[in-house]
């Protein structure tokens, strides 16, 4: 029992090195060579954009960062992203809610703004039971459908900032959004079936492949073995983000990282916020009310 207590506090303790790994600075304008790259792309794909602003500098700077400024790269990178909204009706998921169904055991929500501006979005995937979803006869395109508005929702949002700005921010960074992931009560079993671990994989998929340089941290918080053994699975499809995934164990060590980042106030206690005890001393008006906050 001692050992695998052991072993378990060494797993964290390699997950939150990953804490270490910062991303590099980016700027959220094309400076030098990127100004000439962002219209040699616009000129490629602007006709095929899903609205006006993607058609923007800031749109094309995410796709050709993710290629590493290689213009062909990031135009095939759109195209094959425009098929994969056509084939899933994004440009409409992003407008409705979510399917009841899914959304009653695969919850998220886009709840307020960091400190910076940036989105948040809440999600406790420790809570998600894929594989249950999966033996009631759940299918893949459904699921992945879900998970597409998903991400489409919170660069909806992303969109919602840039469109508001009237210049760029004072350090010039992107706008980008935070995820606070709850990974508590995760269980092994989502991971040991194969099907159930391909509906895992196709979030990582589709997130690198269609929403490149949009989140700015992604907190896995309450993380244990399990969470290290899906990192471990996941990290090497993770080529764009691997750098935004911050991974903590301890509510001791992550409380005061999300508190810096976004303001107690607005977020549940499960996700670092203030305790209702707290809330009611301070007069805070309630949060709504859900499931998994």
């Known amino acids: 029992m001692i050992l695998s207590a052991l072993a378990a506090l060494s797993l964290i303790r390699n997950l939150e090195n990953l804490n270490e790994i910062a991303p590099p600075v980016v700027q959220a304008g094309p400076v030098g060579k990127e100004i000439g790259a962002v219209k040699e792309l616009q000129s490629r794909v602007a006709d095929i954009m899903w609205n006006e602003h993607a058609k923007g500098a800031s749109t094309m700077l995410r796709w050709l960062r993710a290629k590493k400024m290689d213009v062909n790269g990031a135009e095939k990178m759109i195209r094959d992203h425009i098929e994969w909204r056509k084939k899933y009706n994004i440009d409409k998921l992003r407008h409705t809610a979510p399917d009841p169904k899914l959304y009653k055991s695969l919850w998220y929500n886009m709840t307020g703004f960091a400190r910076n501006q940036n989105p948040v979005m809440l999600l406790p995937f420790g809570s998600w039971d894929i594989r249950g979803y999966m033996d009631a006869g759940g299918n893949r395109e459904e699921f992945d459908r879900h998970q597409g508005q998903m991400w489409e929702k919170a660069l909806a949002a992303v969109e919602g ?9 004072k350090d010039n960074s992107p706008v980008t959004y935070i995820m606070l992931c709850d990974m508590g009560g995760l269980q092994y079993r989502q991971l040991a079936n194969f099907n159930s671990l391909q509906f895992v994989l196709s979030m990582v998929f589709n997130f690198e492949n269609n929403y490149p340089e949009v989140i700015y941290y ?21 080529t764009g983000s691997i750098d935004k995934l ?21 977020i549940p206690y499960r996700y670092g916020g203030y305790t209702e005890k707290e ?10 009310s859900c499931k998994f906050c």
């Open 161 to 169: 900032v840039e469109l508001k700005m009237k210049g760029p921010r």
């Open 218 to 238: 992604a907190y896995l918080i309450n993380s244990d073995w399990v969470v290290d053994t899906l990192v471990r699975i996941i990290r090497p499809f993770m």
């Open 246 to 266: 911050k991974v903590y164990g301890d509510r001791s060590k992550w409380e005061k990282v999300i508190r810096k980042q976004i303001d107690p106030a607005i």
């Open 279 to 288: 809330r009611q001393k301070m007069k805070l008006p309630p949060l709504p």
